[in-house]
């Protein structure tokens, strides 16, 4: 039987509570504690609109997968509802249980960047719709602009935004080319950790720099935040592996092929990457279930216990869902 769930509009920009201090990143303060308590009153103002969207079942007949990297499609509002919709409900026909959506910040071929907090109200938007399923990801800002720590403090005091990121550091496609240490991530790294959210980065070493300097940045960002989880973004490769090594705030999320030989696989988390852009954002369906299929594919020859960690208990556990 399908269910319908009210939407919800905030009366102010406040929901539902930190991730608990008990996640992998756990340092308490008491700032932070303020900001909880403080959201969970706001849990209670908010109220329903007349609107009720369909909440689709998921499919009981296939182990269920959190899929922690998803992007929104920013071309509107109603474009981008339309396409949640569909993505949820291939979601539920697939085993998705979760996912973790935010920005695209290239949803137009050929074109630069774009951030905007438009496209984070988008992301709650879908939230709103599908509280079940979605998981807000905050990225809407541009990780070069001075302000961005702020905005990224005033967002995550309201307790809805479960991580921060993807964000595009050194990213070839997009031509960004940011170093991991810089001032501005170093704030927001910082911040992050404060309020228990992993930060996610799309990191080419070698991308507006030599190989050896971008891992020194990294190890940098790493060093310097101990209590920041991070999250290396489609990959869990041999450097990154080596990496996690020495840096057990070091995640990764592995969206297709096999994880260097010897990783932790407590510290691994499945992503499709999944994004449209305009010239074919009807086929997110399909798409998505293609890309589920082949992920399933992947983690059919690890271990159960290995399968598990990665489909649900790390990603339960890493955003506190």
Known sequence: MKRFIPLLFPLIVLGFGCASADSPSASSTSEVEADASTTTEAVNEETAIENEVEQPELNPDLPPIIDTHAHIYPVSKEANEA?????????M??????????????????????????HDEMVLDAYERYPDVIVPTLNGFDPEDEAAPEYVREQLKTGKWKMVGELDVRN???????????DVLMDIYDIAGEYHVPVMLHFTFAFGTDAESGKAELERALSGNPDTIFIYAHSCASEIALLMRSHDNLYCE???GSPAPGIDFSRVILGTDIQVTERAPEKVADHY???????????????????????????TALFGL
């Open 83 to 91: 396409y949640v919709d569909d993505l949820v409900a291939a979601a």
């Open 93 to 118: 026909e697939n085993g998705v249980s979760k996912i973790l959506l935010g920005l695209n910040a290239r949803q137009v071929p050929d074109r630069p960047p774009t951030f905007s907090s438009e």
């Open 172 to 182: 070839p496609i997009k031509q960004n080319s940011i170093a991991a240490d810089s």
């Open 254 to 256: 592995q969206e297709s």
């Open 289 to 315: 279930a293609d890309v589920i299929d082949a992920l399933r594919d992947t983690i059919s020859t690890w271990s159960d216990a290995d399968q598990l960690a990665a489909r649900i208990e790390t990603p």
